[in-house]
Nanobody, 124 residues
Framework: QVQLVESGGGLVQAGGSLRLSCAASGRTFSSYAMGWFRQAPGREREFVAS????????YYADSVKGRFTISRDNAKNTAYLQMNSLKPEDTAVYYC?????????????????WGQGTQVTVSS
């Protein structure tokens, strides 16, 4: 079992920045690839970014490429999502997720463990 807890969400104006954190506990964090997803009201949960267990590979949705950066610190059992140049359409609940193994995934069904989510609201 892996427990994930997100933090760092909040209200920010368009063009601003936020840094989300995902603290993991329960198993060896470095054995898991990590992902960030988001879900806006009335919409399906969608992929945002993912990172391999070593941090050597990262992937991004086209909608956030160049604005968001995913990273991890295996010594701190924490994954991060740095979000810059935020837009109102980035408003959503953001979730971190974990899957055992080295390979990153971009689909919801591929992940085994999920956090409870953190709200990000971007005002225009």
């Amino acid at each position: 079992q892996v427990q994930l807890v997100e933090s760092g969400g909040g209200l920010v104006q368009a063009g601003g920045s936020l840094r989300l954190s995902c603290a993991a506990s329960g198993r060896t964090f470095s054995s898991y690839a990590m992902g960030w997803f988001r879900q806006a009201p009335g919409r399906e949960r969608e992929f945002v970014a993912s990172i391999s267990w070593s941090g050597g590979s990262t992937y991004y949705a086209d909608s956030v490429k160049g604005r968001f950066t995913i990273s991890r610190d295996n010594a701190k059992n924490t994954a991060y999502l740095q979000m810059n140049s935020l837009k109102p359409e980035d408003t959503a609940v953001y979730y971190c997720a974990a899957v055992f193994g080295p390979t990153t995934l971009t689909i919801v069904a591929g992940y085994d463990y999920w956090g409870q989510g953190t709200q990000v609201t971007v005002s225009s």
